[in-house]
């Protein structure tokens, strides 16, 4: 069965979308983003979906639908908010995960204007943001094999740094077979 190269994780405004496009486009692959895949189950916008369910129902949709892009091949984005679930880190365990990581400061100043993310609606975005990245943290950390800090980086240094890692990975899993087993 198929699995995606590679999986991106990490908070709103993080570059997932863009480097995950990039990523996709310099590996020959198609992209999947599980935010695409849950506005076209319900023909709404992620925002609306988000905002109709509640975020306890939305992780759960947002997990099956994680399920299933996880069978299929390419580079997978996944929703910042997405490792919240259990189900979800349990699924990405067989997978390279990748931690697309930004500052606070940053991600608030990407996002400060962006009114199609309603889980960083507030009266203070920075303190929101704070506190979303604090909770996301060590569950970005738990699930990735591998970090990337964007701040200050233009997109196309973070894809060659992805891309170094997943030579890295296909290098160490040769030297396995060599050896005459194969670690996962």
């Known amino acids: 069965m198929p699995k995606p190269v590679v999986v991106l994780v990490g908070m709103p ?15 020959n692959v198609a992209c999947v983003d599980s935010d695409v895949l849950i506005e076209r189950r319900f023909s709404s916008p992620c925002s ?13 949709v947002e997990a099956e639908v994680i399920a299933e892009a996880l069978t299929m091949g390419g580079v997978l984005s996944l929703g910042g908010g997405a490792v919240l ?21 940053e991600g608030v100043r990407r996002t400060a204007n962006d009114t199609s993310r309603p889980v960083l609606a507030a009266d203070d975005p920075e303190a929101r943001y704070r506190m979303l990245h604090e909770q996301r943290r060590p569950l970005y950390s738990a699930v990735s094999g591998y970090r990337v800090r964007t701040d200050g980086k233009r997109p196309q240094a973070i894809v ?25």
Do not use: N, Y
Request: negative net charge; aromatic residues 4%.
């Open 13 to 27: 405004g993080s570059g997932k979308t863009t480097i995950g496009r990039r990523l996709a486009t310099a590996l």
């Open 85 to 105: 679930a259990e189900r979800t880190r349990e699924l990405l365990l067989d997978h390279d995960v990748v931690w697309i990581d930004v500052s606070v400061e």
């Open 48 to 60: 609306e979906v988000f905002s109709s369910l509640g975020e306890e129902k939305f992780r759960e």
């Open 160 to 184: 060659a740094d992805i891309l170094a890692h997943l030579d890295a990975v296909k290098d160490s899993q040769k030297d396995s077979v060599k050896d005459g087993h194969v670690d996962r």
